[in-house]
């Protein structure tokens, strides 16, 4: 089918009463599990504009637990993603920056929208790195701005959503650990296909809830052996409202 005869509204039409994201820039810190799996589950619910940032290159290791396949190995992360999600929504807006990130990204495409900035990132002094400077900023360009911090264990998924304009980075230094408190698994035996698509999952849930003004959850974590969830309700979020 011609790219000029895709009416990608109809793609859409089972949940398009429910909500709506064509005003979100989804700004996806690391192209990894977490981030590969998440921009995919984003772009099919109908985010239109997408910041990828990322300075690897696609190995064999990482095809059992990301986005990527076999013809994918030796791209960068973000230009194999590109083509990735261009394939889902050949509309969506990509901007794919192939560079480490030393700092919050400001995307000046959508001046007027909103920003939800997540970060997918598998060490935790980026997440901090990223964090002080998103508080710091003004904000101009975005109408909302959130964030969403997701980690993942081989077999656990934990999600904090954190909206600009109520949370303060002290809350956020609170949610926050070193890598050496952390896991001591390597990178690679951090994640499992299957936790990686329920972690994307939980980011798509939150950022829907933040946005429509629902309740979000302080925190979100899911054990897989238990098969368990235990969510602790924002409530600075509800009072704020």
Same mark, same amino acid.
């Given at each position: 089918?011609?790219?000029?005869?895709?009416?990608?509204?109809?793609?859409?039409?089972?949940?398009?009463?429910?909500?709506?994201? &064509?005003?979100?820039?989804?700004?996806?810190?690391?192209?990894?599990?977490?981030?590969?799996?998440?921009?995919?589950?984003?772009?099919?619910?109908?985010?239109?504009?997408?910041?990828?940032? &990322?300075?690897?290159?696609?190995?064999?290791?990482?095809?059992?637990?990301?986005?990527?396949?076999?013809?994918?190995?030796?791209?960068?992360?973000?230009?194999?993603?590109?083509?990735?999600?261009?394939?889902?929504?050949?509309?969506?807006?990509?901007?794919?920056?192939?560079?480490?990130?030393?700092?919050?990204? $400001?995307?000046?495409?959508?001046?007027?929208?909103?920003?939800?900035?997540?970060?997918?990132?598998?060490?935790?002094?980026?997440?901090?790195?990223?964090?002080?400077?998103?508080?710091?900023?003004?904000?101009?360009?975005?109408?909302?701005?959130?964030?969403?911090?997701?980690?993942?264990?081989?077999?656990?998924?934990?999600?904090?959503?954190?909206?600009?304009?109520?949370?303060?980075?002290?809350?956020?230094?609170?949610?926050?650990?070193?890598?050496?408190?952390?896991?001591?698994?390597?990178?690679?035996?951090?994640?499992?296909?299957?936790?990686?698509?329920?972690?994307?999952?939980?980011?798509?849930?939150?950022?829907?809830?933040?946005?429509?003004?629902? $309740?979000?959850?302080?925190?979100?974590?899911?054990?897989?052996?238990?098969?368990?969830?235990?969510?602790?309700?924002?409530?600075?979020?509800?009072?704020?409202?």
């Amino acid at each position: 089918m011609e790219t000029a005869d895709l009416k990608m509204e109809d793609a859409r039409i089972r949940f398009s009463d429910l909500f709506t994201l &064509d005003d979100v820039t989804a700004i996806i810190y690391g192209c990894g599990s977490i981030g590969s799996y998440t921009a995919a589950s984003l772009v099919r619910s109908g985010v239109k504009s997408i910041c990828l940032i &990322d300075h690897d290159t696609v190995a064999i290791e990482n095809i059992g637990v990301q986005h990527y396949s076999i013809s994918d190995i030796g791209k960068p992360k973000v230009k194999a993603l590109k083509e990735q999600l261009k394939n889902i929504d050949p509309f969506v807006e990509i901007a794919d920056l192939n560079r480490k990130v030393d700092g919050s990204y $400001v995307d000046t495409r959508n001046p007027g929208g909103r920003h939800v900035h997540i970060l997918a990132f598998d060490n935790m002094k980026s997440r901090r790195r990223v964090a002080g400077s998103l508080w710091n900023e003004n904000g101009k360009y975005a109408k909302e701005r959130y964030l969403i911090d997701a980690r993942m264990g081989s077999q656990t998924a934990q999600v904090y959503p954190f909206d600009l304009s109520i949370d303060s980075l002290e809350h956020y230094f609170n949610r926050w650990y070193s890598d050496e408190d952390g896991s001591n698994e390597p990178c690679n035996a951090r994640s499992t296909s299957y936790s990686v698509m329920m972690i994307a999952a939980l980011i798509c849930d939150q950022m829907i809830k933040m946005l429509n003004k629902s $309740v979000i959850s302080d925190e979100t974590v899911f054990d897989f052996p238990s098969m368990t969830i235990e969510v602790q309700p924002n409530l600075r979020y509800l009072t704020s409202k």
